[in-house]
């Protein structure tokens, strides 16, 4: 979905991206859930992409949830984090490596249309309303339809600053980990079991996946391998890197660092027309 390339996408362009949401559960005595995971994203890592498959692997051995939809949600621009590009840049990446890389993942870039900053509970509220107000949640063989839950998959860092008083509000703490739940992805150097001890509220909607194979790949580590023009190729997906390149981005912290892209598009523009040939302006893509 294509907007003027000098201007920033219009919240009136905006189609919720369902292609890949499973419309028929395999067990329908379980729970739908869709993960979603809010960030920055710049760029997306293939760290990024794992979360989402190892919690999927933890979530098949649970015996209340089945996975039916996962999605990335990019910041809003107004997060004003250091290296953060503009959330058309980002929005692209992360297009180009779920439909280029995976056949479950999608991008909403609702988040990042917004006018403003839009708090982590208000993300999930927004998934909430358009998976089970607007599709109607999950169609049973007997016709009935069944809410889906929508949960919030993070990083084991989120749980820490959770944990520090007065960084959330205790209302949004109370949407995100008592309305909705998470998974949080273990990282290497968190101490999630002391962080906790103060969400012992919600404990129960924590779900804690453990890393077998430890991945500490970073969007920072990435920015700094640009920057000092080293290659980031297996780092991240090589639709993202050639996207990069074709930019000019993250070469270091001027005009480049917050630019607009040169056009926008969502995963609900894939559906129609092959994704390489939207974005054959981005430079040589990967088939």
């Known amino acids: 979905m294509a907007t003027n390339p000098q201007m920033p996408p219009q919240v009136d362009a905006y189609v919720f991206p369902s292609h890949r949401i499973t419309r028929k559960m395999r ?3 379980k729970t739908p859930v869709v993960l979603v995971a809010c960030g920055s994203f710049s760029p997306v890592t293939y760290l990024h992409l794992r979360m989402f498959e190892m919690a999927r692997d933890y979530i ?19 997060y004003k984090k250091p290296g953060l590009l503009s959330a058309t840049h980002r929005v692209n990446m992360c297009t180009l490596a779920t439909e280029l890389t995976s056949n479950w993942l999608m991008v909403d870039p609702w ?32 016709g009935e339809r069944k809410r889906v839950r929508v949960m919030l998959l993070a990083g084991s860092d989120l749980i820490n600053t ?27 150097g968190s101490d999630v079991d002391q962080a906790m001890e103060s969400l012992t509220p919600w404990r129960d909607n924590i779900y804690l996946v453990r890393q077998t194979i430890q991945n500490d790949v970073s969007s920072t580590k990435v920015r700094l ?3 000092r023009g080293m290659s980031v190729r297996y780092l991240i997906p090589n639709p993202v890197v050639d996207y990069i390149e074709a930019n000019g981005l993250y070469l270091d912290d001027g005009p480049n660092s917050n630019a607009s892209g040169p056009t926008y598009f969502t995963t609900s523009s894939a559906i129609e027309t092959p994704l390489t040939q939207n974005l054959s302006m981005a430079g040589q893509m990967a088939s």
């Open 27 to 29: 067990d329908e005595s």
């Open 60 to 78: 098949k051995q649970q015996p209340q949830f089945e996975v039916v939809g996962g999605y990335l949600s990019p910041v809003n621009d107004e």
């Open 111 to 142: 988040e990042g249309l917004q006018a403003r900053y839009q708090p982590t509970a208000v993300v999930l509220d927004h998934f909430d309303h358009q998976v089970n107000e607007v599709l109607g949640g999950i169609e049973l063989t007997n």
């Open 162 to 188: 959770m944990s520090e008083p007065g960084v959330w509000s205790p209302s949004d703490l109370d949407r995100i980990l008592g309305r909705y739940g998470t998974f949080i992805i273990e990282r290497a």
């Open 225 to 227: 391998f640009l920057k």
